[in-house]
């Protein structure tokens, strides 16, 4: 590691609060040219109760998963009243890659809609346009993202991120692990088990694919596929197969 605070890092398996957990990652991230940072959960491990939160100002009350950030708080503001956790591109990148990647190759990419554009523009008005992500693919289906900023002109800021990157991984790592030390282990009752063929229905069907379309998949009828179906919603403790849906994403059980 290079021009790393060890002492820091180390204490990082010592924390008693997230508070100290944040300060420590702010000495961190500074201490390899970064000016801030964030890091969030998107799709908690099994078995893991992650604080949770509605956002002031939601306005559709919307819960939103404890995270830490150095982000200006009007940005942050911004970005949870108007619900971007929902597009946010850097999860979508997150989610296939387990190597960190900077923004600027986001813009690049054919498949973003046009509120994940406006998103990224926005951010750079709010003098966030340089930066880069760190997925973390944690235990348990977990996955969290590590991004951090600087104030620095395009150039310094790659050579910046280019002799850092390797650090950010170990970083990621060690703060994503300290933070799940201090979450709590849900109860086994609050555990959902799901058999495979619940988890392939919901799976293809968060895929968008229809009940027929999964049942010529799976090699069952269709009736066969509304059956699991329903019984992974009845399970899940909801009322359609779109909430189950999108409820077994967010819980980690199918990752689409």
């Known amino acids: 590691m290079t021009g790393l605070p060890i002492d820091q890092v180390d204490a990082l398996s010592r924390v008693k609060t997230t508070e100290e957990i944040g300060g420590l990652l702010q000495g961190l991230v500074e201490a390899l040219g970064f000016a801030a940072y964030s890091y969030v959960h998107v799709r908690p491990p099994l078995g893991k109760r992650i604080r949770s939160f509605v956002p002031a100002d939601s306005p559709n009350g919307r819960v939103v998963h404890e995270f830490l950030a150095t982000f200006p708080d009007s940005w942050i503001g911004h970005y949870l009243a108007r619900g971007y956790g929902d597009i946010d591109p850097t999860f979508l990148a ?89 979450s709590q282990d849900a109860p086994e009752t609050q555990r959902v088990r799901l058999t495979d063929r619940e988890r392939d229905c919901l799976l293809w069907t968060a895929r968008g694919k229809t009940a027929w379309e999964v049942g010529q998949i799976l090699s069952i009828s269709e009736e066969t596929v509304l059956f699991h179906l329903k019984n992974g919603t009845r399970k899940l403790g909801v009322f359609s197969k779109h909430h189950a849906v999108v409820k077994a994403v967010m819980s980690g059980y199918i990752i689409p």
Request: hydrophobic share 40%; charged share 20%; aromatic share 8%.
């Open 94 to 182: 997150a989610t296939g890659t387990t190597l960190p990647f900077d923004w600027l190759t986001l813009t690049a990419r054919g498949d973003l809609s046009s509120g994940q554009r406006r998103l990224l523009n926005e951010a750079e008005d709010f003098g966030l346009g340089l930066g880069a992500t760190v997925p973390i693919h944690g235990p348990d289906s977990g996955l969290s993202t590590l991004n951090v900023t600087a104030r620095q002109a395009q150039p310094a800021f790659e050579g910046t991120y280019r002799q850092s990157r390797h650090d950010l991984v170990w970083i990621a790592a060690q703060v994503h692990e300290a933070f799940l030390r201090l």
